[in-house]
């Protein structure tokens, strides 16, 4: 059925059940009902209070016991394993490129693989300004977290695309609790710690308060510090130091701007290159320090030892929530949370920017350590790499790049609960958030690099920068005298620049009220109804050195970036009944209208949901809505192509047939977005056959259209390529990309005439791509099926205690998706040439066995991940790593493992000892010849790992 079609029958139906329910007589109020009471509960999903044993939605619970049973160090290294989320950001890799960034720093939830932004979370039932689940509470003070698995705009508004997260905080505690964790890993090269507290105590004057907060260390792990995978993996770009440079012809030396000049003739490799290499091992720190010669008289530069595998991470928690309750029917609450995470960002020391090096920089033939003696400029080269003296802040040990991010997240909220009848409720909130980020940024300062190059470097405006491989002493050429750089010269060339990199801030005030409508022949008939008013404010400040010209990482070419602000409201209402039909069959009707004033958007999204109780202890759901995901204000912003650069790492080329590596990847906003949408219906049942028996199985089918996504530096070129095709009329198998080629001189032309906004070439280098600028767009459209299938059964025996099973899987059944072109099949497959979707196992699940008897009680889990078909580009010209025989990235099944020790009565105080071992069998990523040496976006790189907890709760 046509997607307008179905949104038709979908309003249609709405109208009809509302109107239908308000056909029935008022009179029906004064009837009473003859049922016993049962207790109420409102879960993530409704606004509702429904008592019912299974909801309309698919709603999963993660208790704090789950967690802590689990070992995981954090709570993104636990929902990295559940069958329902992919990609989820928990191992640091410069692959990076595609699907979403993968820093360790900041894990999100990603539901379905369908981008971290398309899932909603709420603390504590509310938006949440920083959706980073490590500092959204401490960990200790986490109660449960209720996941919504199809879509949320109805009730929720926009970002609920593919469902809700609802982290929802312990509030009633009276008593103290402090819990002491330690893990670290087999070889011992990193740990983790953490120490939380938690204080509460309900008053007799009806106050309850609560105050917890934690304290949690990650050490970093660097890509040395797991050689085997490091001697498989591509981390080599062709510009380094020792690089490679061509004579220039006519250059003016102009410090900060272009010298005017012409690089002429071929490569002049440095003779340093490959002279001092005296660690020559890939998987080794500080390998391969003089380069690697290669032919055509190139310098490779070996980085890999220089990224980590694991950010290292400070994070600090602090949740206070108190509640007064001003008499029986009105309760007031007050709530405060406070996050900081210092974060450790290792790269390389200095990025390769041909325009800035081209252009920009002279090396005259006058310099007293210049080997070619003719003028020259770089032309694979980078300011510093792993040889010569370094700036101060380098890190000795690993030779990279150490800089800080420093992320303050604060929340506060006050709200107050009023009983209005004893059937209706009204509750209002505001709610002020604000998160910013500090950056200890390690930079180059361009006009100090070109002036000492030409000998008019240092504070004195006398000294001469060395800039090639002479420089280190372990150098044949070097010469104490004339090609050593001093300290005091190369930190003034690379200092240190500490700023605010951005500010997000979030208000919000919402009311509702819920309540009894009317009874009718089946029961009684609810409803809400409610307002939130949403502003955020976001302000992305410009670097230093970028904003006044003098950043090495901004072209000098184009006009520097800006520091801007930018802002959106939204006014939304939202309107949900609970209809009985029958006496086992209930519908759900849900319907949100959200004004965004600032994009002058407006969107509706509906939803109807049905339960019917077939049996006592079965029930039948079925659901079908709208999601949307409205631009942010930062992704809508205007274009600017000199925003955010860095360097290309990876990548070929298909019009020129080259690699992609040593150009600038940026990225800028795009003011013309449109928000994404999604249809998602959901058919499902729980079963209880027996008291401890639980069984349930959910049908998922979801269409997403529109979808924003940031590309991949790799997908811009892709696009750029098809344009290209079909602009000369061509096709990729015809295409010669052969200078002098018909097709490749059409190409050129192609180019000459405009060619795609987003990506620069350099027409003095066989058209070699020297910036790609990559935008939010609207881009593509995914649609998904699948089963999500869970299972729990509890055996009490008399003697040996009570064992409990239970299962979690999710098997997908179709991944597509299309990019503006024809559908493309992503199910069981790598997806490693695309930025659109993630890696897509067809089964993901988990199995747990857990045993308590008195004060013991053990569980070991299994987790597991069918294999993928490998579809990366194969880069192995230096390892020689091939690529899987069987054309798999191989299944993986991890088992953790765990014990629990209760002594209740110690002192008049509760300790619990917890013991385990996370992959118990040390099962190791799969090696591959791709950045990182394997796939960090399925499989992980700790190896096995212990841990130790201990909780105590004194009897005070």
């Given at each position: 059925m046509p997607i307008?079609?179905?949104?038709?029958?979908?309003?249609?139906?709405?109208?009809?059940?509302v109107s239908g329910s308000l056909l029935v007589p008022a009179l029906a109020l004064a009837q009473q009902s003859d049922t016993p009471e049962v207790e109420e509960v409102v879960v993530t999903g409704s606004f509702i209070r429904n008592s019912a044993f299974a909801q309309?939605?698919?709603?999963?619970?993660?208790?704090?016991?789950?967690?802590?049973?689990?070992?995981?160090?954090?709570?993104?290294?636990?929902?990295?394993?559940?069958?329902?989320?992919?990609?989820?950001?928990?191992?640091?890799?410069?692959?990076?490129?595609?699907?979403?960034?993968?820093?360790?720093?900041?894990?999100?939830?990603?539901?379905?693989?369908?981008?971290?932004?398309?899932?909603?979370?709420?603390?504590?039932g509310s938006r949440s300004v920083d959706s980073g689940i490590n500092t959204l509470l401490p960990e200790i003070a986490i109660d449960r977290l209720e996941v919504v698995l199809d879509g949320g705009s109805a009730l929720y508004g926009s970002d609920a695309v593919a469902g809700v997260v609802n982290l929802i905080p312990v509030k009633d505690f009276d008593g103290f609790r402090v819990r002491l964790y330690h893990q670290f890993d087999e070889p011992q090269d990193f740990e983790d710690n953490k120490i939380g507290v938690m204080f509460g105590r309900n008053f007799s004057n009806g106050i309850n308060y609560v105050f917890a907060a934690d304290y949690a260390r990650t050490t970093p792990l660097m890509m040395y510090e797991r050689p085997r995978t490091l001697r498989a993996a591509y981390g080599w770009a062709n510009s380094g130091n020792p690089g490679v440079w061509r004579e220039l012809d006519g250059a003016t030396p102009n410090p900060g701007q272009v010298h005017g000049g012409e690089l002429?003739?071929?490569?002049?490799?440095?003779?340093?290159?490959?002279?001092?290499?005296?660690?020559?091992?890939?998987?080794?720190?500080?390998?391969?320090?003089?380069?690697?010669?290669?032919?055509?008289?190139?310098?490779?530069?070996?980085?890999?030892?220089?990224?980590?595998?694991?950010?290292?991470?400070?994070?600090?928690?602090?949740?206070?929530?108190?509640?007064?309750?001003?008499?029986?029917?009105?309760?007031?609450?007050?709530?405060?949370?406070?996050?900081n995470r210092e974060s450790e960002n290792h790269n390389t020391l200095s990025y390769q920017l041909n325009a800035n090096n081209r252009e920009g920089l002279v090396v005259p033939a006058a310099h007293p350590a210049n080997p070619f003696d003719v003028d020259v400029g770089p032309w694979l080269w980078r300011p510093f790499a792993a040889a010569g003296t370094l700036p101060s802040y380098t890190d000795l040990k690993t030779g990279a790049r150490k800089q800080t991010y420093d992320?303050?997240?604060?929340?506060?909220?006050?709200?107050?609960?009023?009983?209005?009848?004893?059937?209706?409720?009204?509750?209002?909130?505001?709610?002020?958030?604000?998160?910013?980020?500090?950056?200890?940024?390690?930079?180059?300062?361009?006009?100090?690099?070109?002036?000492?190059?030409?000998?008019?470097?240092?504070?004195?405006?006398?000294?001469?920068?060395?800039?090639?491989?002479?420089?280190?002493?372990?150098?044949?050429?070097?010469?104490?005298?004339?090609?050593?750089?001093?300290?005091?010269?190369?930190?003034?060339?690379?200092?240190?620049?500490?700023?605010?990199?951005?500010?997000?801030?979030?208000?919000?005030?919402?009311?509702?009220?819920?309540?009894?409508?009317?009874?009718?022949?089946?029961?009684?008939?609810?409803?809400?109804?409610?307002?939130?008013?949403?502003?955020?404010?976001?302000?992305?400040?410009?670097?230093?050195?970028?904003?006044?010209?003098?950043?090495?990482?901004?072209?000098?070419?184009?006009?520097?970036p800006t520091s801007r602000n930018y802002g959106s409201r939204v006014q939304a209402a939202y309107l949900e009944f609970e209809v009985p039909l029958l006496d086992t069959l209930d519908a759900q009707i849900a319907v949100r209208h959200e004004n965004f004033t600032t994009y002058d958007l407006q969107t509706t999204t509906p939803k109807v949901a049905l339960r019917w109780e077939a049996l006592p202890e079965l029930a039948i759901r079925a659901s079908i809505g709208e999601s949307f995901l409205a631009p942010t204000p930062a992704d809508a912003r205007p274009f600017d192509p000199n925003e955010n650069c860095g360097e290309i790492?990876?990548?070929?080329?298909?019009?020129?047939?080259?690699?992609?590596?040593?150009?600038?990847?940026?990225?800028?906003?795009?003011?013309?977005?449109?928000?994404?949408?999604?249809?998602?219906?959901?058919?499902?049942?729980t079963w209880e056959p027996l008291d401890d028996l639980t069984l349930s199985m959910d049908y998922q089918s979801i269409e997403y259209t529109d979808r924003i996504r940031t590309l991949g530096t790799l997908d811009i070129v892709a696009i750029e390529f098809e344009e290209m095709l079909a602009a000369i009329g061509s096709t990729p198998a015809a295409y010669d990309p052969t200078p002098g080629s018909a097709t490749r001189e059409a190409a050129n032309a192609w180019i000459a005439g405009g060619g795609l906004s987003n990506v620069t070439r350099d027409i003095s280098d066989n058209q070699r791509v020297s910036r790609v600028?990559?935008?939010?767009?609207?881009?593509?459209?995914?649609?998904?099926?699948?089963?999500?299938?869970?299972?729990?059964?509890?055996?009490?025996?008399?003697?040996?205690?009570?064992?409990?099973?239970?299962?979690?899987?999710?098997?997908?059944?179709?991944?597509?998706?299309?990019?503006?072109?024809?559908?493309?099949?992503?199910?069981?497959?790598?997806?490693?040439?695309?930025?659109?979707?993630?890696?897509?196992?067809?089964?993901?699940?988990?199995?747990?066995?857990?045993?308590?008897?008195?004060?013991?009680?053990?569980?070991a889990s299994w987790n597991y991940q069918h294999h993928?078909?490998?579809?990366?580009?194969?880069?192995?010209?230096?390892?020689?790593?091939?690529?899987?025989?069987?054309?798999?990235?191989?299944?993986?099944?991890?088992?953790?493992?765990?014990?629990?020790?209760?002594?209740?009565?110690?002192?008049?105080?509760?300790?619990?000892?917890?013991?385990?071992?996370?992959?118990?069998?040390?099962?190791?990523p799969q090696r591959l010849p791709v950045l990182g040496g394997f796939e960090s976006r399925l499989h992980s790189p700790w190896g096995r790992q212990f841990w130790i907890s201990a909780d105590w709760r004194p009897g005070f």
């Open positions: 307008k079609n179905q949104k038709y029958y979908l309003r249609t139906m709405i109208q009809a059940l309309n939605n698919p709603v999963d619970t993660v208790t704090q016991s789950d967690i802590l049973e689990s070992g995981a160090a954090s709570m993104g290294n636990y929902i990295r394993d559940l069958p329902y989320t992919q990609n989820t950001n928990t191992v640091a890799n410069v692959n990076a490129g595609n699907s979403g960034a993968q820093s360790s720093v900041g894990t999100t939830f990603n539901l379905r693989g369908l981008g971290e932004n398309s899932t909603l979370t709420l603390m504590d002429v003739g071929g490569n002049l490799n440095d003779p340093s290159c490959g002279t001092f290499n005296d660690v020559t091992d890939f998987g080794a720190a500080n390998n391969n320090p003089s380069g690697i010669v290669r032919p055509g008289n190139n310098c490779f530069f070996n980085y890999n030892a220089q990224w980590p595998l694991a950010e290292g991470r400070t994070e600090y928690n602090i949740f206070q929530n108190m509640t007064f309750d001003v008499s029986d029917r009105v309760q007031l609450e007050a709530q405060m949370s406070l996050a992320d303050t997240i604060q929340r506060y909220k006050v709200g107050a609960r009023f009983d209005l009848t004893n059937s209706w409720t009204a509750n209002s909130s505001y709610s002020w958030q604000r998160t910013h980020r500090d950056y200890t940024a390690r930079m180059i300062n361009m006009p100090n690099l070109a002036s000492a190059l030409i000998g008019q470097g240092g504070p004195n405006g006398n000294e001469w920068f060395n800039p090639f491989g002479s420089a280190d002493m372990r150098s044949p050429f070097y010469d104490a005298a004339t090609t050593a750089n001093n300290q005091a010269l190369v930190d003034w060339i690379a200092p240190t620049v500490p700023f605010r990199t951005s500010q997000r801030e979030l208000a919000v005030f919402e009311v509702n009220t819920t309540g009894d409508l009317y009874e009718l022949p089946a029961g009684m008939a609810q409803m809400a109804i409610g307002y939130q008013m949403r502003d955020i404010d976001e302000w992305n400040y410009a670097n230093p050195l970028s904003a006044a010209g003098t950043d090495y990482n901004t072209s000098i070419i184009d006009t520097p790492f990876f990548g070929n080329d298909p019009i020129t047939g080259g690699v992609l590596n040593g150009g600038a990847t940026c990225s800028s906003g795009n003011p013309g977005l449109a928000p994404e949408t999604s249809d998602i219906w959901n058919v499902g049942f600028v990559s935008q939010a767009q609207n881009v593509s459209t995914v649609w998904v099926d699948l089963f999500d299938a869970r299972a729990s059964y509890t055996m009490d025996t008399n003697n040996w205690g009570s064992f409990t099973t239970s299962l979690n899987a999710t098997y997908n059944t179709k991944y597509e998706y299309a990019d503006g072109g024809e559908v493309v099949d992503a199910l069981g497959k790598q997806n490693g040439r695309t930025g659109i979707v993630a890696p897509v196992p067809k089964v993901k699940g988990q199995a747990r066995l857990s045993w308590i008897r008195d004060k013991h009680s053990a569980s993928v078909e490998f579809d990366d580009n194969v880069n192995n010209a230096l390892t020689g790593t091939p690529a899987p025989a069987d054309g798999k990235i191989r299944a993986q099944g991890i088992v953790n493992a765990q014990y629990t020790y209760l002594m209740d009565q110690y002192f008049d105080s509760e300790v619990t000892f917890s013991v385990g071992v996370s992959n118990l069998f040390d099962e190791l």
